[in-house]
């Protein structure tokens, strides 16, 4: 949130990249929309189906999934 503050983005405009469930918790309580990710060492099994449940929207395991995931996240909202 304070990322965003600070570039003075909008919140619900916002996507963040998070890789644990307090990250993805805090994210969705500040109302930004969340994409998890599992690509890194401390990965474990399940870890996506952990990052979802906490509220992720969508998990990628490679940075080079990025771009096509936000591509198709904006073109979609629960709004």
């Given at each position: 949130?304070?990322?965003?503050?600070?570039?003075?983005?909008?919140?619900?405009?916002?996507?963040?990249?998070?890789?644990?469930?307090?990250?993805?918790?805090?994210?969705?309580?500040?109302?930004?929309?969340?994409?998890?990710?599992?690509?890194?060492?401390?990965?474990?099994p399940g870890h996506a189906d952990v990052l979802t449940e906490a509220g992720a929207e969508t998990v990628i395991r490679r940075w080079?999934?990025?771009?096509?995931?936000?591509?198709?996240?904006?073109?979609?909202?629960?709004?």
């Amino acid at each position: 949130m304070l990322a965003a503050e600070k570039l003075n983005a909008d919140p619900a405009n916002t996507f963040v990249i998070e890789d644990s469930v307090h990250g993805v918790s805090g994210a969705r309580a500040a109302g930004m929309r969340v994409i998890g990710f599992t690509g890194a060492a401390h990965s474990y099994p399940g870890h996506a189906d952990v990052l979802t449940e906490a509220g992720a929207e969508t998990v990628i395991r490679r940075w080079a999934e990025l771009k096509s995931v936000i591509a198709a996240l904006s073109e979609w909202s629960d709004a």
